[in-house]
């Protein structure tokens, strides 16, 4: 069974500084690997889908990898902002069998003004 | 396109009621997944419909809990005689079709509280 792990748990940085997420998963047979924003109290908003092909996608600020034979995923965040704190949540799909999506606990952030 | 809608936001219930959750997909959108995502916890998948089917409900509880997507009208998730520990966020997510190449959309999610 396809397990996530996000580490760390939580993370305070100072506005300006650069930041790397972590994102781990124990069966490389994934379509894709998908980067969520959660806002206390809110909805899911996609960052960044990265096929299994791909070896990362941008977005602005943000820049995620994928290292599908080792498992692993992060997502970079160039000069943080305050608005940036949030919880991030990484989830990967299956290639094969459940087509749901498998989540990680995620990353609280929270950017320091 | 208004995205994956969800109502009601915040839903209260007593123990013992019946609490109806509603998921409208996006439009085009005719595959609809349940995530039920626990205080301090991650998000687990519940259930997978298509248009009056149930795909994969490996994630539900045996008792209690039910889904629908009817051909016409938005899904439906229904928890009877609900107790504290159903107190969750429960998000939608639709897509078009089934591939897995597909990017999920997730609607903001409706909040239960069972008192």
């Known amino acids: 069974k396809q397990e996530v792990t996000q580490i760390p748990a939580a993370l305070s940085v100072p506005e300006g500084e650069n930041l790397v997420l972590n994102c781990s998963f124990t069966?490389?047979?994934?379509?894709?690997l998908q980067w969520f924003r959660q806002d206390p109290g809110k909805g899911l908003t996609s960052l960044l889908l990265?096929?299994?092909?791909?070896r990362e996608q941008t977005s602005g600020r943000l820049n995620a990898s994928l290292d599908k034979s080792s498992g692993r995923s992060t997502l970079y965040i160039a000069a943080s902002q305050p608005g940036d704190s949030a919880t991030y949540l990484c989830?990967?799909?299956?290639?094969?069998?459940?087509?749901?999506?498998?989540f990680g606990t995620g990353t609280r952030l929270t950017v320091i003004p | 396109n208004a995205g994956v809608m969800q109502n009601p936001r915040h839903l209260v219930r007593r123990r013992g009621q019946e609490a109806r959750l509603r998921c409208s997909p996006m439009?085009?959108?005719?595959?609809v997944y349940w995530y039920r995502q626990l205080p301090e916890e991650g998000l687990k998948f519940m259930v997978y419909?298509?248009?009056?089917?149930?795909?994969?409900e490996s994630g539900m509880p045996k008792e209690r809990f039910s889904a629908e997507f009817p051909k016409e009208g938005p899904s439906i998730l229904r928890i009877q005689q609900v107790v504290r520990g159903d107190s969750a966020a429960y998000f939608c997510?639709?897509?078009?079709?089934?591939?897995?190449?597909?990017?999920?959309?997730f609607g903001q999610g409706t909040r239960l509280t069972v008192v």
């Open positions: 997510a639709s897509s078009p079709y089934q591939t897995g190449n597909t990017e999920a959309f």
């Open positions: 069966d490389s047979a994934i379509y894709n």
């Open positions: 990265i096929q299994s092909s791909q």
């Open positions: 989830a990967v799909r299956p290639a094969t069998g459940a087509n749901n999506l498998f």
């Open positions: 439009k085009g959108h005719s595959h």
């Open positions: 419909l298509q248009k009056e089917n149930i795909i994969d």
